[in-house]
C-alpha cells in the first residue's frame, strides 16, 4: 500500500478473517412466503410429493432463500445510502472510497435445506485490492460465504464482491 491508496491499513488487516456469522432456521411457511412473493412457485418448495418423487425427502426450502433465513431485518433508519446495513461486510469503512456498489456474487448450491434445518451462515473477507477502471481507481472487496446445516454439512457456498469508489 502506498500513502494515497484507497485501502487504509484497518481494512486490509482484515483480510482472511471472519467479517459476518449468523444462524437462522429454515422454516416452511416462511420461504413458501417468500417464494410467493417472488413469484417463484417450483413445486419442490410447496409439494411434497413432487419433491418425494424427484428424489428429495420432503419439500426443500429455495436455496436462495438461505440468506434470508440468516440476517435479521434491519430497520430502515440504519440502513446506509446504499441500501444496505453493513452487517455482512465486517464494517469495513474505506474512508478514501465511501462510495458503494456491489460487484457481483455467484453461488454453488450443494445440498437441499428443510425445514426447521438450522443454518449457519460463515462469511470471511477473502481480498482487498486496488484497482484502476475506466473510470479511476477503485477498491474490489470479495468474501467467501458458507452456509452449513446442524450437521456440519455444507449447503452452498457463495463468492461476493463490492466495489468501493471515491
Not at 455467484?106 to 438450522?118: I, K, N, Q, S, V
Not at 449457519?120 to 473510470?135: A, H, L, N, Q
Request: glycine share 8%; net charge negative.
Amino acid at each position: 500500500m502506498t500513502d494515497d491508496s484507497l485501502i487504509d491499513a484497518e481494512s486490509a488487516a482484515q483480510v482472511g478473517s471472519v467479517a459476518a456469522r449468523a444462524t437462522g432456521e429454515v422454516d416452511r411457511v416462511q420461504w413458501q412466503r417468500w417464494a410467493a412473493a417472488v413469484g417463484d412457485h417450483n413445486p419442490l418448495w410447496f409439494d411434497a410429493d413432487h419433491a418425494r418423487a424427484h428424489g428429495y425427502d420432503d419439500v426443500v426450502c429455495p436455496p436462495l432463500y438461505l440468506q434470508y433465513a440468516v440476517l435479521g431485518v434491519a430497520a430502515l433508519d440504519g440502513l446506509r445510502p446504499d441500501g444496505s446495513s453493513g452487517a455482512v461486510s465486517g464494517g469495513l469503512a474505506f474512508p478514501r472510497a465511501p462510495r458503494r456498489m456491489a460487484g457481483g456474487e455467484t453461488t454453488t448450491f450443494r445440498l437441499p435445506a428443510y425445514h426447521r434445518d438450522e443454518v449457519e451462515m460463515v462469511r470471511t473477507i477473502e481480498s482487498i485490492v486496488e484497482k484502476e477502471g475506466r473510470s479511476g481507481r477503485f477498491v474490489l472487496v470479495t468474501w467467501h460465504t458458507e452456509y452449513r446445516n446442524q450437521h456440519d454439512a455444507l449447503l452452498a457456498e457463495a463468492t461476493t464482491s463490492m466495489i468501493a469508489r471515491p
